[in-house]
């Protein structure tokens, strides 16, 4: 069975759109594990509730990068794992674990990229005036949300005030996040060329 771990930070309300997605059977797979840097991240308890093994790693407790990520390897080992979902994961990736993942390691992000990668996405939406916005998920390689695009979802900026456009934003992404990785359980959607 395809099997697949979600890295969060935080609310995790993508989280629980691809829970509810697997409970429904729009996913055909199941979420082995989900992990988060940060043990108060509400996510943890969404997947608590549905029965999902947790892993907390903390970044403040190694002094680098690398070692961050040789903690979430070794944490990972005893699943199976198809692919890792970074659902505001936030915390820039290293190839330590890019690299064993490569083509197996996607992100959502809440802009139209190659525009706006980074934070602030949507205030920089509203304060450049764009009359589009959206999401996109990509598979992650060392560039700073560069990656090969496997989806976007656009909408029509029709306000300015940064709720109304953010609300949205999760709207689109919890639509787009769990066919987005169907996708890929069905064997749809490779990575072509990634760097590590
Ligand atoms: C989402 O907007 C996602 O695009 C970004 O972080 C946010 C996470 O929201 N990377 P949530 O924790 O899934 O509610």
Do not use: W
Request: glycine share 6%; net charge neutral.
């Amino acid at each position: 069975m395809f099997s697949f771990a979600v890295f969060i930070s935080g609310n995790g309300s993508n989280l629980q759109a691809i829970i509810n997605a697997t409970n429904n059977g729009q996913i055909d797979g199941k979420i082995c594990c989900v992990l988060s840097n940060k043990e108060e991240a509400f996510g943890l308890v969404r997947a608590k509730e549905a029965n999902i093994p947790t892993i907390v790693i903390k970044h403040q407790n190694f002094e680098t990068r690398e070692k961050f990520e040789n903690a979430i390897l070794k944490s990972l080992k005893s699943f199976q794992i198809d692919l890792i979902v970074l659902a505001g994961f936030m915390r820039i990736l290293s190839p330590v674990l890019i690299k064993p993942y490569l083509g197996k390691l996607m992100n959502i992000h809440p802009s139209l990229l190659p525009k706006y990668p980074g934070l602030n996405t949507h205030q920089k939406v509203i304060d450049n005036q764009d009359n589009q916005h959206g999401v996109t998920i990509h598979f992650v390689d060392e560039t700073l949300d560069g990656g090969q695009i496997c989806a976007q979802s656009i909408i029509k900026v029709e306000s300015n005030d940064i709720n109304i456009l953010e609300n949205k934003i999760h709207e689109l992404e919890h639509e787009l996040y769990p066919k987005v990785i169907q996708r890929f359980a069905e064997g749809e959607l490779k990575l072509i060329k990634g760097k590590q």
